[in-house]
């Protein structure tokens, strides 16, 4: 029950977060960085659930007539698979390349699906906006598994860090 109502309590902070950037024109793609985070440690099949209901969750929020987000977080799940398959789990600096690729899946069908709207204000409004997620993606994923995993380890939950060493039961 206690990894419930953490898992609920960091999605809505993140995705209130997300939006609360969004409304400035600005998009952190937080929820999809928790959703790597808990599909890590709890397993892919469970980020993909996750990954719906947070992505419904900011689609509802925006408003959006095409739940793209809902699927784009979902997607989420098979950067998390070929992480635990090729990446590491320990090192710090290493994370900035999970944090681009889970940015680069959550933006890039959002800023699609505005293409429209970009083609009016130009390339480079969505090439920054595009080079903006992926940089706060590659910034913030590092420090979100040090945060998450220091208040996992206080709950005593599982880890972040022990995510490669039970490989078997998250695939």
Do not use: Q
Not at 28 to 55: K, Q
Not at 98 to 106: D, K, M, R, S, V
Not at 126 to 140: H, I, N, P, R, Y
């Amino acid at each position: 029950m206690i990894a419930a109502s953490y898992i609920f309590i960091v999605l809505f902070v993140s995705v209130m977060l997300e939006v609360m950037a969004g409304s400035s024109g600005v998009i952190i793609p937080l929820s999809a960085l928790a959703v790597f985070y808990f599909s890590m440690v709890y397993g892919w099949r469970f980020g993909l659930f996750l990954g719906f209901i947070s992505g419904l969750a900011v689609d509802m929020l925006y408003g959006r007539d095409i739940p793209v987000s809902a699927l784009s977080f979902a997607a989420v799940s098979g950067v998390t698979v070929f992480w635990l398959l090729k990446g590491e789990t320990k090192d710090f600096y290493l994370h900035v390349v999970p944090g681009i690729l889970t940015a680069a899946i959550a933006v890039t069908p959002v800023l699609l699906l505005h293409s429209e709207e970009i083609a009016v204000s130009g390339f480079a409004n969505f090439a920054f906006l595009f080079l903006f997620s992926v940089t706060a993606g590659a910034f913030c994923l590092p420090f979100l598994i040090i945060f998450l995993d220091m208040l996992s380890e206080w709950l005593g939950m599982e880890l972040y860090r022990s995510a490669r060493e039970n490989i078997g039961e998250r695939m």
